[in-house]
């Protein structure tokens, strides 16, 4: 009796005494309940701070089986208000398990409905929501979250911690059926919600741009269209899109291959409109001026290449503004051959070609461009004219941004601000632009682009009524990955240019991708442009359009 005694009484000591704190906790982590509160994501805004997207409380219902008496008369009761099959409903409260999701994304309004019915074992849990006011427009810029929350591409992907907030967290005390301790121990953690981010784009300009796009896809030809409006002293971006976009509310249901960025992943070989980095460099390292005269054949021969220009003619006295207005590839290779492959490949790295532009958004492109020591001859002579190099629909508006800003390239941005979710506006810091030709060449550029909008050169198209536009068109072939050449691979037919010419404010690129050369990328420029000038209360300069020789 005493050796039981002295081990009952030594258990008890153990229990109670250098155990008990270990028991203790135990019991309470049976009796303690944990919720993870979800932090509210933060907006997505455009320039005028129009929401493109942002997070709502929607309600979801659930059911726990095991709480549930009669499963067929609560589905009978649920099926009308949550527009489940009754069948379905039956199926999930028959479930072994203790959690069953019964609707998703209601309305507050009508959860409370189906709580009102208070039929035991239904619960009801706050899901937030993310919504896309605006759809597809914009889409490929702002991007999507994932079914945890949490963003999967663009915007939504670049400033996923920023947006994302810090959960919260509950603790409450339950008792032996699951059922809350009405007064028992409770301890909450608020949720932080995520910050916002304030874009460059427009959604007015990007929905009128994303429309003209579309509509040039819908021709039944057309296989892609893309296009980038920037800001021409700031790099800006105010509008970038590619033709059929998605609906982000619904991206599990896109199709893949819409849902990139291709005007920042995609390459394309711009053809002529790469002729402005040509002469630019020849202007800048004093080989020509604009009114110089070139006998211009309608073809040349360097080894076992020809290159001709796009109309057969005799040879012609073309003044250099007139190689560029008429867009003379044989012209403007005789003058790459003057300024030499080496220093035609600086220029191209100073505009851009080559490394990303450090755009906020994921999967941009660098493009593809080969030192100059690994030319081929057929390189050497075609990289001029705009074929044998790849750049993004960006970075061709960047070449332009960079003449119409006075010869200073700035690294396209499209991120204006953030805010933290305390509230504080941090501004995105522009970077340094990059001086790539003098403020004078750039203006003699600005001359020479212009006079290809004008009477005699090859985009009157794209001229608009009461302003002075310059620009320059471009035609090149797209590689045939099935015979590694040219033959059967179709064409990009491109277009960038700037307005007003003598002042500029906006910059814009268009490429249409298609199986033939017949459709120009210049009207699209001319009905996106016309739309922006009035929209952003731009007036034309009324200076008087100058006078251009293009042959003597």
């Known amino acids: 009796m005493a050796v039981l005694t002295a081990i009952i009484l ?25 919720d993870v509160l979800p932090a509210t994501r933060g907006q997505i805004l455009d320039a005028n701070g129009n929401p493109l997207a942002y997070t709502v409380s929607a309600r979801k219902i659930y059911a726990d089986p095991s709480l549930i008496s009669d499963p067929v008369g609560a589905a009978t009761t649920l099926s009308g208000l949550l527009t489940v099959p009754v069948n379905e409903l039956v199926d999930k409260m028959q479930a072994d398990n203790r959690y069953q999701v019964l609707a998703e994304r209601l309305e507050p309004s009508l959860a409370a409905q189906v709580m009102g019915l208070r039929i035991a074992g239904i619960g009801v849990e ?39 907030g810090t959960p919260g967290t509950t603790s409450y005390e339950v008792g032996r059926n699951g059922a809350v301790i009405p007064a028992g121990e ?5 949720a932080i919600p995520g910050g916002s981010v304030q874009l460059t784009i427009d959604q007015d300009v990007q929905f009128h741009l994303q429309r003209q796009l579309d509509a040039q896809c819908a021709d039944g030809s057309t296989q892609n269209a893309q296009a980038v409006i920037l800001d021409a002293p700031t790099g800006q971006v105010l509008a970038i899109a590619t033709c059929r976009s998605f609906d982000p509310n619904a991206a599990g249901e896109a199709d893949p291959d819409n849902l990139g960025n291709g ?4 390459v394309l070989e711009s053809g002529s409109v790469a002729k402005a980095i040509t002469l630019s460099a020849a202007v800048q390292e004093g080989i020509v001026t604009p009114g110089d005269v070139r006998l211009t054949p309608d073809s040349i021969t360097v080894g076992n290449t020809t290159v001709r220009d796009a ?61 100059h020591e690994e030319w081929s001859i057929a390189q050497s002579i075609n990289i001029p004219i705009g074929q044998g190099f790849a750049l993004t629909t960006l970075q061709m508006a960047s070449i332009y941004q960079t003449i119409a800003n006075g010869g200073v390239r700035i690294p396209p941005r499209i991120v204006a601000s953030t805010t933290s979710p305390d509230g504080t506006v941090t501004d995105t810091v522009q970077p340094r632009g990059v001086r790539v030709i003098s403020e004078e060449t750039a203006a003699t550029m600005a001359y020479m682009l212009e006079a290809v909008v004008g009477e005699g050169g090859t985009a009157l198209n794209a001229s608009i009524g009461g302003y002075r536009v310059a620009g320059k068109t471009g035609t090149a072939q797209r590689p045939n990955p099935a015979c590694s050449c040219y033959a059967g691979g179709g064409f990009w037919t491109t277009f960038a240019g700037f307005a007003p010419a003598d002042a500029p404010e906006y910059v814009m690129s268009v490429m249409l991708q298609r199986p033939d050369s017949g459709v120009p990328a210049g009207p699209v420029f001319k009905n996106v442009m016309t739309f922006v000038l009035a929209h952003e209360a731009v007036a034309p300069t009324g200076a008087a359009r100058p006078e251009f020789i293009l042959i003597v």
């Open 10 to 34: 030594g258990r008890l000591v153990l229990v109670q005494g250098l155990d008990g704190t270990a028991y203790a906790a135990a019991a309470s982590a049976e009796r303690l309940r944990e």
């Open 263 to 266: 005007a920042i992943s995609g």
């Open 311 to 371: 109309h057969p003619h005799d040879a012609i006295n073309y003044t250099v503004t007139g190689i560029l207005a008429k867009s003379s590839n044989v012209g403007t290779i005789g003058i790459a051959r003057e300024l030499g492959n080496e220093l035609l490949e600086q220029y191209l790295r100073a505009f851009g070609v080559g490394e990303q532009t450090g755009i906020e958004l994921s999967g941009e492109s660098p493009g593809i461009l080969v030192p």
């Open 186 to 190: 409770r301890t909450d953690q608020p």
């Open 126 to 164: 706050v899901q937030p929501l993310r919504l896309y006011p605006a759809g597809e427009i914009g889409a490929q810029v702002v991007g999507f979250t994932g079914s945890d929350g949490s963003g999967l591409a663009g915007i939504e992907q670049a400033y996923d911690d920023l947006l994302s």
